[in-house]
């Protein structure tokens, strides 16, 4: 069982309002089986006996089988996994498979649940920096070609994106689906 801090012996997970606008929020198993998936995963590393096997596990990975996660949310084994597989597809969290176990983690967990009391304040204050910036930029300068800026989140994704062309339209796709889904599911 993971632990997480606590307050008077209750212990607790970060949610951010900005998952009221998330494509999670809006599917009630979804939504479920990813909040689970928080409250499952560990705040610090420890170590764990899973059968014979020992796992060190890392902040914001737990051990995941399908089948106690249907017990414990009260669905059918094949739905948890879907849904588990969904939050794969969309980098929400990472699986590691083996044939025991999956050793899930939770993508951004230190982002999400660290103890800052705004994680995404930079990135918002970087977005309105740029956006004066480029809207400054552009008055008197029509005829002069500009360099692009790119935000330190985006060029970190782009250095893993396997095709390099195209990186201007990729930054305002990256930026789109930062501003829908949130920089975590990115």
Aim: charged share 30%; proline share 4%; hydrophobic share 35%.
């Amino acid at each position: 069982m993971s632990e997480s801090p606590s307050v008077n012996g209750q212990s607790w997970i970060r949610l951010h309002r900005e998952l009221l606008k998330n494509y999670v929020f809006q599917n009630e198993k979804l939504w479920k089986v990813f909040t689970w998936c928080l409250l499952k995963a560990t705040w610090k590393p420890h170590e764990l006996m899973v059968g014979r096997q020992k796992v060190k596990l890392e902040p914001g990975q737990f051990v995941f089988g399908r089948h106690a996660a249907a017990r414990e949310l009260n669905m059918k084994p094949s739905t948890v996994w879907s849904y588990i597989k969904l939050l794969e597809l969309d980098r929400i969290i990472d699986i590691k498979p083996n044939n025991k176990f999956s050793l899930i983690t939770v993508a951004n967990w230190e982002l999400w649940q660290s103890d800052n009391k705004h994680p995404d304040n930079k990135l918002d204050n970087k977005r309105t920096t740029d956006g004066q910036q480029m809207d400054t930029n552009k008055k008197g300068k029509e005829g002069k070609e500009r360099k692009e800026v790119y935000t330190p989140e985006f060029e970190t994704w782009y250095s893993s994106w396997p095709r390099k062309q195209g990186k201007s339209d990729s930054a305002k796709n990256f930026a789109k689906r930062v501003q829908e889904h949130g920089l975590s599911f990115v």
